[in-house]
């Protein structure tokens, strides 16, 4: 099992800046994958950054090179840093995880998917 906690969400002002950080705990070293969705009111989840175990990260084509994810595997933490915050960006943000399954002291590779409670962003104009 793995635990995830996000915070560093809050209200910005438009242009502004944030860091969200989500550290993981429980069995995190079965976690490859971790990244970040968010959800705004009355839209689908969408994913807005991943980043694997070797530091290679995907971003979904709206981050338009404003965000920046990033891995602290001594830290088992994941951050996201946005900058030039739009209106649009106004969403809870959640962090995800793809672990192993911890089996006898071992990771086995049955994957599952691990999701923290969000934490919102409000950008005001």
């Known amino acids: 099992q793995v635990q995830l906690a996000e915070s560093g969400g809050g209200l910005v002002q438009a242009g502004g800046s944030l860091t969200l950080s989500c550290a993981a705990s429980?069995?995190?070293?079965?976690?490859?994958?971790m990244g970040w969705y968010r959800q705004a009111p009355g839209k689908e989840r969408e994913l807005v950054a991943h980043?694997?175990?070797?530091?290679?990260?995907y971003y979904a084509d709206f981050v338009k090179g404003r965000f920046t994810i990033s891995r602290d595997n001594a830290e088992n933490t994941v951050y996201l840093q946005i900058a030039s915050l739009e209106f649009e960006d106004t969403a809870t943000y959640y962090c995800?995880?793809?672990?192993?399954?911890?089996?006898?002291?071992?990771?086995?590779?049955?994957?599952?998917?691990?999701w923290g409670q969000g934490t919102q962003v409000t950008v005001s104009s």
């Open positions: 429980g069995d995190t070293v079965c976690i490859t994958d």
């Open positions: 995800h995880a793809l672990a192993d399954t911890m089996v006898q002291g071992m990771c086995a590779p049955i994957r599952n998917d691990y």
């Open positions: 980043i694997n175990s070797g530091d290679s990260a």
